[in-house]
C-alpha cells in the first residue's frame, strides 16, 4: 500500500508543477459529461500490459502475478480519475484494463497496432487522446515496444527502453491548456527486478 500512496504522491506532485485516426472513444462531451473544462490539464497514464503467461500463443493471457497487477492498476488508475482507457487489441493489455473498466463502468476502447508499427501507433494514439479528450483522465495500456514512444509522443521527452522483464513502469504525463508537458515516471503493483 506504501508503494501506491507514494506513486500517487508522485503523481499528485507532477499535476501540481502544471497548473488523424477516426475517433474510437466517445468524448467526454459525446459521454455526456459537461464538467471539462478545455482549459484543464490532460491527464495520460500509460503502463505497459502486466505480466503475461509464457507461451508460444502470439496472444497470451495474463499470468497470476499479472492478474494481481492489474488489480492494483485499479487503485492507482482510479485515484487518479480516469474515466477513458486505450488498449491495444491484444488480450493481455485488455485484461489489464478490464478490471478498472469494470470498477469505473466505462468502455475498454482498443485502437489496434498491426505488425511492424511500433514506431507510427504512439503519435495516432497520441492525435486520437488529444483530439478527443483534452481536459480528462486516460489510462493508456501498451507493450513494452510501444510505452516509450506513447510517453514520448505525449509528453515531448525521450523514455528510455523498457526490457521484456519489466511490467510495474507507470508513467504519468500532464499536458497543461499552454505550456510544456510534465512526464512523471513511477512504480506500482509488487516491486519487479530494479
Do not use: W
Not at 188 to 193: A, H, N, R, V, W
Amino acid at each position: 500500500m506504501n508503494r501506491i500512496r507514494r506513486s500517487l504522491l508522485l503523481c499528485t506532485a507532477g499535476l501540481a508543477l502544471t497548473a488523424c485516426a477516426p475517433s474510437l472513444a466517445p468524448s467526454a462531451a459525446e459521454r455526456g459529461i459537461s464538467a471539462v473544462s478545455p482549459t484543464s490539464p490532460t491527464t495520460v497514464l500509460v503502463v505497459r500490459h502486466a505480466e503475461k503467461v509464457v507461451t508460444d500463443d502470439a496472444d497470451p493471457p495474463l499470468s497470476a502475478e499479472g492478474a494481481a497487477r492489474a488489480d492494483a492498476l485499479v487503485r492507482v488508475a482510479e485515484a487518479a480519475g480516469v474515466s477513458v482507457i486505450y488498449t491495444t487489441q491484444l488480450q493481455r493489455t485488455r485484461d489489464t484494463a478490464r478490471p478498472l473498466a469494470a470498477r469505473l463502468n466505462v468502455p475498454i476502447t482498443e485502437l489496434p497496432i498491426e505488425m511492424g508499427e511500433a514506431a507510427t501507433y504512439p503519435e495516432r494514439l497520441a492525435a486520437e487522446i488529444l483530439g478527443r479528450h483534452r481536459g480528462e483522465s486516460v489510462l493508456v495500456v501498451g507493450h513494452s515496444n510501444t510505452v516509450p514512444g506513447i510517453v514520448e509522443a505525449l509528453g515531448r521527452i525521450p523514455v528510455p527502453p523498457i526490457t521484456e522483464e519489466e511490467y510495474d513502469h507507470l508513467f504519468v504525463v500532464v499536458i497543461p491548456a499552454s505550456g510544456a508537458p510534465r512526464v512523471v515516471g513511477a512504480r506500482y503493483g509488487q516491486p519487479g527486478d530494479y
